[in-house]
T-cell receptor, first 111, second 114 residues
Framework: QKEVEQNSGPLSVPEGAIASLNCTYSDRGSQSFFWYRQYSGKSPELIMSIYSNGDKEDGRFTAQLNKASQYVSLLIRDSQPSDSATYLCAVRNQAGTALIFGKGTTLSVSS | KAGVTQTPRYLIKTRGQQVTLSCSPISGHRSVSWYQQTPGQGLQFLFEYFSETQRNKGNFPGRFSGRQFSNSRSEMNVSTLELGDSALYLC?????????????FGQGTRLTVV
């Protein structure tokens, strides 16, 4: 099974700072990449998708993709305490028949 | 537009029993996938269905099975339950199974095996 790796954290940042979350994947043929946010006791919520190399911005969130390096990242600008959650990186396999998740990075934003 | 609906939300079963979980996808979505989430292992892929066909299966024993109906609703079954099967089982639906397809999760079924 192809793998997706994330630092488990916790990643602690002060309110207003930029949080940087990273992810690497092993399936070189993957074409679709996603970031989910999961609050404790809740199900994962899709926050970003990215398919092409480069940056994609949506509000305070920016996803970055580098297929050559097999690397995906998520930047959260102006971090808020409400951003405290586990962030899951997900990669769809080359065949498109499975979405593989990393184990997640726990983010803590202190006020 | 209604989201992904999973039933039941909570289940308590005894070792050796079997259990069936249900998932109704977002209207119009034809792909359903299932995941097991535990604190130690994270989100692990179980299987993915599209148009009633299993397209992929994760590394789980044969006790775990599933199916998809013509209306895209899906069920998964776990037979001969073990204590280690205690987990949050999540279902996600997608508009189609290939390419840049975003998956949306239901609230999950919390299974406890005693």
């Amino acid at each position: 099974q192809k793998e997706v790796e994330q630092n488990s954290g916790p990643l602690s940042v002060p309110e207003g700072a930029i949080a940087s979350l990273n992810c690497t994947y092993s399936d070189r043929g993957s074409q679709s990449f996603f970031w989910y946010r999961q609050y404790s006791g809740k199900s994962p919520e899709l926050i970003m998708s990215i398919y092409s190399n480069g940056d994609k911005e949506d509000g305070r969130f920016t996803a970055q993709l580098n297929k050559a390096s097999q690397y995906v990242s998520l930047l959260i600008r102006d971090s808020q305490p409400s951003d405290s959650a586990t962030y899951l990186c997900a990669v769809r396999n080359q065949a498109g028949t499975a979405l593989i998740f990393g184990k997640g990075t726990t983010l803590s934003v202190s006020s | 537009k209604a989201g992904v609906t999973q039933t039941p939300r909570y289940l308590i079963k005894t070792r050796g029993q079997q259990v069936t979980l249900s998932c109704s996808p977002i209207s119009g979505h034809r792909s359903v996938s299932w995941y097991q989430q535990t604190p130690g292992q994270g989100l692990q892929f179980l299987f993915e269905y599209f148009s009633e066909t299993q397209r992929n299966k994760g590394n789980f024993p044969g006790r775990f099975s599933g199916r998809q109906f013509s209306n895209s609703r899906s069920e998964m079954n776990v037979s001969t339950l073990e204590l280690g099967d205690s987990a949050l089982y999540l279902c996600a639906s997608s508009l189609r199974d290939r390419g840049g397809t975003e998956a949306f999760f239901g609230q999950g079924t919390r299974l406890t095996v005693v």
